[in-house]
C-alpha cells in the first residue's frame, strides 16, 4: 500500500531564515568537537548558517568548529538534528564570497577540508604496485608518502584495507609526496570507514 503524505500549499509554509540560502551545495565540509574531527557533506548553506550530513550526529546545543572549501573554520552550534542531517547556525555572519572562487585571487586557492591519517595503502599504477603513507584525506584526494615521482596525470588505483580500491589520478608530485585526485569523489561512508 502506498501512502502519500498530504501537500501543503506555499503560502502556509512558514520561512524562519531571514537570509538567502545556496541549495544542493554539494560540497565536503569538515567538523571540528575539541579533539575530534568529523567530516561531513554540506547540503545547504547561507551566511548565518549550514545544513550538513553526518554519520556521527552532534547533539542540539553543542559548540563546534565548521569549514569548508572557501570557508576558513567558524564557530558554530547545532540547532536541529534529523537522522543524519544537522542545522548549524554560524556565531556570526560569514563572507560566502571566497566559496566559489577556484583561486582566482592570486596566491589564494581555496580547497576542502583535509584529514590527517597514518593509514598504510597501496597505490598501483600500470602493473606495478607500491606500499604508500595516506598523509591526508579528503573526499576529492589523498596526499600520499613512498611513491617514488610517477608522472602528472598518472591513472592510478588506491587500495586500502576493507575498502574496495579507488580510481584517480596522480595530480603532483614532490619531497618524496604525490597528490592522488579521486574519480570520483569518496562518498561519506567510505570516507568514515577509512577514517577510523
Known amino acids: 500500500m502506498t501512502y502519500m503524505a498530504p501537500i501543503v500549499p506555499p503560502h502556509r509554509l512558514v520561512e524562519r531564515r531571514e537570509d538567502e540560502r ?6 565536503t565540509g569538515k567538523l571540528i ?3 575530534c574531527e568529523m ?3 554540506v547540503r545547504d548553506l547561507s551566511t548565518r548558517g549550514a545544513k550538513i550530513e553526518t554519520l556521527t ?17 567558524c564557530s558554530a552550534r547545532v540547532v536541529w538534528n ?14 560566502l564570497g571566497a566559496i566559489s572562487d577556484r583561486g582566482t585571487r592570486q596566491g589564494y586557492c581555496a580547497r576542502a577540508p583535509r584529514f590527517a591519517t597514518d593509514r598504510l595503502a597501496q597505490l598501483r599504477i600500470g602493473g606495478s604496485t607500491v606500499a604508500v603513507e595516506l598523509v591526508d584525506l579528503s573526499a576529492g584526494g589523498a596526499r600520499l608518502r613512498g611513491a617514488g615521482a610517477p608522472r602528472m596525470d598518472t591513472a592510478a ?11 584517480g589520478f596522480v595530480r603532483w608530485a614532490r619531497d618524496g609526496d604525490i597528490g592522488f ?8 561512508p567510505t570516507l568514515m570507514q577509512i577514517l577510523r
Do not use: K
Open 22 to 27: 545556496y541549495r544542493r551545495v554539494l560540497a
Open 33 to 35: 568537537l575539541g579533539n
Open 39 to 41: 567530516f561531513c557533506f
Open 57 to 73: 550526529v552532534p547533539v542540539i546545543g553543542q559548540q563546534l568548529v565548521f569549514e569548508m572549501r572557501g570557508l576558513g573554520p
Open 82 to 95: 534529523r537522522e543524519h542531517l544537522v542545522g548549524l547556525a554560524f556565531d556570526s555572519p560569514q563572507d
Open 157 to 167: 588505483s588506491l587500495i586500502i584495507d576493507r575498502i574496495a580500491p579507488r580510481a
Open 181 to 188: 585526485q579521486f574519480t570520483p569523489i569518496l562518498d561519506l
